[in-house]
């Protein structure tokens, strides 16, 4: 017994002398393996938000802008939590590098399904990462939103950021599933802004149309008054809140939006989907 041991581990010194400890997860792995909150010691932290300031812009369909939805330290945490890597279940040793690849990064390029298949599409070119439940920051906004919603009744809040680098976009498209087999729906969308440097970038809504001689000039600080539909500004740690489902929970075609092109810039941001059961 003792010699099987003692060759076990002349195995393992070589391998190590061979190709380093990278191909060793490490503790932060193991312990984000298991937990899934790669920074969960420091969410607690995080300063309590003050009280968002909700503008109704129209109230059909319901589209309302939310300030200061998520703090400058949220932000931060969430940049931050995007980039990060998860652990993969298995290993997979990479015989150019000659190490094994112990884990993959959060954010990746974006896919569309297609009648039951999940592919890349050039209508959908920017990145996005769903973030873990379990997340202490992640809960905290999760109880803003429901609390914003009036402690509605639901299935389950997605929250996922997206990332655009420049010259990317998402097309036209509705948040809403034309399938409903499951019975399961997106009730309402908030799309909120962790970063952006560029301009006249944000979210468009092509079936709204805007007479902005009939509207407030403060609007103006908010959503982009030189077009002749809604489209938001991006503004830093602001949102967009809007219902995706009629009275009747179908949903609304005028609710098509688009993210705008990243020109001469990037756009960093967060979706929040609350799905309620359909039937």
């Not at 990479?94 to 974006?110: D, E, G, I, V, Y």
């Not at 030189?226 to 009275?247: C, G, M, Y």
């Amino acid at each position: 017994m003792a010699r099987l041991i003692a060759f076990g581990l002349s195995i393992f010194v070589a391998l190590v002398a061979l190709l380093g400890t990278s191909f060793l997860p490490s503790v932060r792995h193991v312990w984000s393996y298991y937990h899934d909150t790669p920074h969960e010691s420091g969410n607690h932290e995080l300063p309590e938000p003050a009280k968002p300031v909700a503008r109704i812009f129209l109230y059909d369909p319901l589209i309302i802008h939310i300030a200061d939805l998520i703090t400058p330290d949220e932000r931060k945490y969430l940049r931050e939590l995007a980039y990060d890597f998860v652990p993969m279940a298995y290993s997979k040793f990479n015989a150019l590098t000659l190490h094994f690849q112990t884990s993959l990064p959060r954010l990746k390029r974006s896919s569309v399904d297609l009648d039951g298949a999940i592919a890349e599409q050039s209508r959908r070119t920017n990145s996005t990462a769903f973030l873990p439940f379990d997340d202490v920051a992640i809960r905290r906004i999760m109880a803003r939103v429901n609390e914003f919603q009036g402690y509605m009744e639901h299935y389950r809040i997605d929250v996922q950021i997206t990332s655009y680098q420049e010259g990317q976009e998402y097309r036209p498209h509705f948040d809403w599933y034309e399938d409903d087999e499951y019975h399961i729906n997106h009730f309402s969308t908030i799309f909120a802004i962790l970063e952006a440097s560029c301009e006249h970038c944000g979210t468009q809504f092509p079936r709204i149309k805007v007479d902005w001689t009939k509207r407030d000039k403060k609007w103006c600080e908010y959503l982009d008054c030189s077009q002749n539909v809604l489209t938001t500004k991006n503004i830093n740690s602001s949102a967009l809140f809007w219902r995706n489902l009629d009275d009747n929970l179908r949903g609304r075609p005028d609710t098509l939006h688009a993210g705008l092109p990243a020109k001469d810039g990037s756009k960093m941001g967060l979706n929040i989907w609350t799905e309620i059961a359909t039937s």
